[in-house]
């Protein structure tokens, strides 16, 4: 389904970012979102903002879809309306969209959002701008980023050249590249000179996809339903034939099994007539 | 003019109908004409509440007495607990038909609901969860269909029936084990969300346990309460051994749940003064505990206050179980501090009551305790199947003690437990902190490039905007004009009369004459003949 070699990326360098919030505003501009904050470095992520660069402590940290290798949203979606594309970004068809809003809650970064005070709500992310791709541009955000603190790539020379730069000044850089393991991996890749505690980034996530904690349990209902049937119809012949056979040996146990089983035996008896 | 005897008479429980038809339709009002966002306290931080939390995970739950009393009768073929088929078939039927109309509130777009039967993604726990309760409630209600033919005398279609009800109860009995375990499942993708108390990769299997053990004690409830209301006897050697299966099944999931938490190395969490601590350990007493002590008494068994009063706990307490997975337990990570909003409450209310009022009609109309009407039977037919006969069997003084005091302590690990709760942390105030040292990151900055825009038909000549004469590449501020009016994503593309207008507008913020050279004056200080080609 994907494939590697082909899928882009973003790296975010936060030690490149001088938070002049140029990529949320181009992201705004591209996704023809309304303003929603007086001041670009202290908006949240919403169903109008789908980028946002945030102040922590003395850096400037951006906030947006990461577009994991293997999305939770995607895995958890009952009608398909997330998809991951084979370049990479994690797109979202709101003509499929029933609502139910488990993307929301599968999601490890919370990423997306509810159109809550609509009618017909729908779920609003950033798309990594793949109509863009698709015409071979970078994205809005990282195009418009004055000091290539978000670059725009394939993942994989991304994250060689995140490699890199961590190597080529190993006391600038914590030694960590958000997004090479965390669910998986992920198509945004995030380095810092802080840990990815100190930027707002969770590092208490599994390393494997949690996608896959839920399809190594649905992948096993093709076994329960056949065992399950087997044994259920089992059971439904042994105990039958028990019955039939107990009916043939004459009603002399009849006394034994006292007035409750009585009871029902006339009943069967009243359903073959 | 209406004559009042023709209507029906206005008992107390009508009117509490009344009132939480008249609520929870002006709530359906409110939620459909404005939205979920007024009418629920949900968020983007917490997407399920109590519609998902009770009405879907509870009332699926609630349900499952359908299939366990189904699988026994005709799966197992112990003919004696045939006359609680129907009601617990009946039971489940109702309640799978309001868990899918609560869906409907709780659903952003309810008119698609269909869309998982025809788009799929077998990859999704709901996607399966859809088409199973689909499946299941068409099972059910063939299952159903047999009280509706008598009723009728439909006497061709029963035999049909007859004839198919095996294979569809085992059908049934699949479908329950599927999706009953998979409303567990559907957590099991959010490791990082729940609290370690309630996730664990055994949610399926524990939801499925819970199930079932709620399966039984809803029979009992159940067959209580419809005694009272129908005022038939109660076919207490039956339930009694229903209480005797309960008990095995809570002892069965008290070891599980042990086990389980032990092993992953988190049974300390549950005695912590913590809201998620307090709560648990009022779940497994409510739910577990106090039942299973309950029922491992023969007296209890056999008297029917305590055989009620154990299955209304065990109702009670895997009712708690599903609200802690899906809002005690998410609470925490979700940095949201959730209480479902009124309108929330008054639709789950007005759905339970319909739950009864549709129960109480097809009871009266339908002949669902036919089997047990059938026969009249002696008075109080239950204790004369009893061995010892006489007085009905007394709950010893002790152990009634011990469960209430179990109890109370459960009320006050509630209550205790709900102060603690996290508090919502302050949303960070918009301060305009001094911008830090970021002298380092602005060592990187590349002035953007200039943008070229084209003369309009009657333009001197074009003009190239320079960010370098604009920008202060010390402290680049791109904010200040591409937050208002100047594309990034689109640039350089006055061509048009109007559109030079617009340019003329946008430059003339600050081209005014004051911050800067006017518009009006300089033409050839931005339009340059020596940039036309």
């Known amino acids: ?273 | 003019m209406i004559r009042l005897s023709a209507l029906p008479r206005l008992t107390f429980w009508r009117i509490v109908l009344l009132f939480l038809l008249a609520a929870g339709l002006y709530s359906t009002f409110v939620r459909f004409y404005h939205g979920l966002g007024a009418a629920t306290n949900l968020s983007d931080q917490f997407p399920w509440g109590l519609w998902v939390g009770f009405d879907i995970l509870c009332g699926v739950a609630l349900a499952a007495g359908g299939f366990t009393v189904s699988s026994i009768v005709y799966i197992f073929h112990l003919e004696r607990f045939r006359p609680i088929v129907r009601p617990a078939i009946l039971t489940a039927f109702l309640g799978y038909m309001l868990v899918i109309g609560a869906l409907m509130f709780d659903l952003g777009r309810p008119y698609r609901v269909w869309h998982p039967l025809v788009m799929w993604n077998p990859h999704s726990v709901m996607f399966e969860v859809g088409w199973c309760v689909t499946l299941y409630t068409t099972v059910l209600a063939l299952e159903f269909s047999p009280i509706v033919f008598e009723r009728f005398r439909m006497k061709r279609v029963l035999k049909v029936l007859h004839f198919v009800m095996p294979p569809l109860v085992l059908l049934g009995v699949l479908l329950s084990t599927l999706h009953q375990s998979s409303l567990g499942s559907f957590y099991l993708i959010v490791p990082s969300k729940l609290y370690p108390l309630w996730y664990t990769p055994f949610l399926p299997v524990f939801f499925f346990l819970t199930a079932l053990t709620l399966g039984c004690a809803m029979t009992i409830v159940e067959s209580f309460l419809s005694s009272r209301a129908f005022k038939k006897e109660i076919e207490m050697s039956l339930l009694t051994d229903i209480g005797k299966v309960t008990l095995v099944l809570l002892g069965v999931n008290l070891v599980a749940r042990y086990q389980d938490l032990s092993s992953r190395g988190v049974l300390h969490l549950a005695f912590e003064r913590t809201y998620e601590g307090r709560l648990f350990l009022a779940e497994m007493l409510v739910g577990l505990v106090v039942p299973a002590v309950l029922l491992a008494f023969p007296a209890v068994r056999k008297s029917q206050k305590g055989l009620f009063s154990a299955a209304i706990l065990v109702v009670m307490g895997i009712l708690m179980n599903r609200l802690n997975v899906s809002i005690t337990g998410m609470e925490r990570s979700s940095g949201a501090s959730y209480l479902p909003s009124l309108t929330e409450v008054s639709v789950t209310l007005m759905i339970v009551g319909v739950g009864f009022a549709l129960f109480t009609l097809a009871a009266r109309y339908l002949p669902v305790f036919q089997h047990a009407t059938e026969d009249p039977g002696p008075e109080a037919a239950w204790e004369d199947a009893e061995p010892a006969r006489g007085t009905p069997p007394r709950v010893p003084a002790a152990v009634a003690g011990a469960a209430a005091f179990l109890l109370v302590s459960a009320i006050g690990l509630t209550y205790d437990g709900v102060m603690r709760r996290p508090a919502a942390p302050a949303r960070p105030v918009a301060t305009k902190a001094p911008a830090p040292p970021n002298s380092v990151a602005l060592s990187t900055f590349r002035m953007p490039p200039d943008v070229p825009f084209r003369e309009s038909p009657d333009s001197p000549a074009p003009v190239m905007f320079r960010h370098g004469v604009h920008v202060d590449s010390w402290s680049p501020d791109c904010v200040s004009c591409h937050r208002d009016g100047f594309s990034m994503v689109r640039t350089g593309s006055a061509r048009t009369a109007a559109a030079a207008g617009a340019m003329h507008k946008k430059c003339g913020q600050c081209h005014d004459g004051t911050s800067a050279f006017s518009i009006e004056s300089d033409c050839e200080k931005c339009h340059a003949p020596s940039l036309a080609k």
């Open chain 1, 1 to 273: 389904m994907i494939t590697t070699r082909e899928k882009k990326g973003i790296l975010l360098d936060t030690t490149r970012c001088i938070g002049c919030g140029a990529c949320s505003l181009a992201c705004k501009e591209r996704n023809r979102l309304p303003r929603t904050s007086d001041d670009v470095l202290s908006d949240t992520l919403s169903e109008k903002t789908f980028s946002v660069v945030n102040r922590q402590g003395p850096r400037f940290a951006r906030k947006m879809c990461m577009h994991c290798n293997v999305p939770s949203c995607v895995s958890a979606c009952p009608v398909g309306a997330f998809q991951k594309t084979a370049t990479g970004p994690v797109v979202y068809d709101e003509t499929k969209c029933i609502g139910c809003r488990y993307c929301m809650l599968a999601c490890p970064f919370n990423i997306p959002k509810y159109e809550w005070s609509k009618t017909l709500p729908r779920v609003r992310k950033c798309d990594m701008c793949a109509d863009r791709l698709a015409q071979g541009l970078a994205t809005a955000c990282a195009a418009a980023c004055p000091t290539g603190a978000t670059k725009f790539g394939t993942r994989a020379e991304l994250l060689a050249e995140a490699k890199a730069r961590i190597a080529a000044e190993p006391k600038r850089y914590f030694p960590h590249i958000y997004g090479e393991q965390e669910v998986g991996g992920t198509s945004v890749l995030v380095i810092s000179d802080a840990s990815p505690e100190e930027i707002g980034f969770r590092t208490d996530l599994v390393s494997e996809p949690p996608a896959m904690l839920t399809w190594r349990v649905l992948n096993k209902i093709p076994n329960v339903v056949t065992i399950g049937g087997l044994v259920l119809g089992g059971i439904y012949w042994v105990t039958k034939r028990r019955e039939e056979v107990a009916r043939a040996e004459g009603r002399e146990h009849d006394g034994e099994s006292g007035p409750h089983d009585a009871e029902p035996r006339s009943r069967e008896e009243e359903h073959e007539k």
